[in-house]
């Protein structure tokens, strides 16, 4: 594994090391209509894990005939791009690498291939479940929130307990860029849990740093509290949940004033190698 920083005028370095072909070959599709159906899971237990990228054809050959893949239009994997909002003391990134009980994450969510954009609000629930709730709006490239995008968030913010936070003060603090594909797996119990795996990660300061990891993929669980299909694969394969954020890590990589909190083993293991 390879890790890029360059200034803001330097051009992003492209990855050289591709996804093993073809990743999930052996999976049957499913649809993004099939997907929304079966539920959003919008409250969630996540578990994350930082993997190379050789491990995905691994983990997919291990998946048996209750793991379907996202396919839209023929297409398995699709771009994302996301801006994160924060305080100017960084109120978001503390309070989630201190692992506080109210803390709170706020971005604007772009997917690359559809157009659809989304503003999206991330806070905490009980037994230590994530809620995310969105709604459509513009990608937001100014300096601010504007009227509609931060009256939500002090709404949603207000609602779940989270105080002290202004929402029209928030800003931009950080772009990042990856492909993504989606692997959906039926319980046991008839529900569905969903994985989705991160590659081509590409993370950006505003007018500021830029730092690409080629070799690395980020994988993130979604479902109840007990490990889902892919959760065991990943076991098997001799892969553990850690502590990762694409927020706090990746700002944390790119700024070096800012301490390591909860992420310094990731930190130190992944990101900050060169």
Do not use: C
């Not at 090391?17 to 969630?44: N, Q, Y």
Request: no cysteine; net charge positive; aromatic share 6%.
């Amino acid at each position: 594994m390879t890790a890029t920083i360059a200034t803001k005028e330097a051009v992003i370095s492209r990855a050289e090391e591709t996804i093993p072909a073809p990743v999930g070959a052996d999976l049957a599709p499913i649809s993004l209509p099939e997907l929304v159906a079966a539920g959003e899971l919008l409250t969630r237990v996540d578990r994350k894990y930082v993997v190379p990228l050789a491990t995905i054809k691994r983990l997919a050959d291990r998946l048996g005939p209750d793991s379907r893949i996202l396919q839209i239009d023929g297409a398995r994997t699709f771009g994302y791009r996301s801006i994160y909002w924060d305080t100017a003391e960084l109120a978001s990134f503390t309070a989630a690498g201190q692992g506080r009980r109210r803390r709170f994450k706020v971005r604007s969510r772009a997917y690359v291939d559809t157009g659809a954009t989304f503003l999206e609000v991330k806070t905490r629930g009980p037994r230590g479940t994530t809620v995310k709730e969105r709604i459509e709006h513009p990608e937001i490239l100014s300096a601010r929130l504007d009227v509609e995008a931060s009256d939500f968030v002090s709404d949603r913010l207000a609602a779940h307990g989270v105080e002290g936070i202004d929402a029209r003060a928030l800003q931009a603090t950080l772009i990042t860029r990856y492909r993504r594909m989606t692997i959906a797996t039926v319980t046991a119990e008839g529900s569905l849990t969903r994985a989705t795996i991160d590659t081509d990660l590409r993370f950006r300061v505003p007018a500021g740093a830029a730092l690409d990891l080629p070799g690395l993929a980020i994988i993130e669980t979604k479902g109840t509290s007990t490990p889902s299909a892919v959760d065991r694969a990943l076991w098997a394969l001799g892969h553990r949940p850690v502590r990762v954020s694409k927020y706090g890590t990746g700002l944390r990589a790119l700024r070096p004033e800012l301490p390591d909190l909860k992420w310094h083993r990731t930190l130190h293991q992944h990101f900050l190698t060169a």
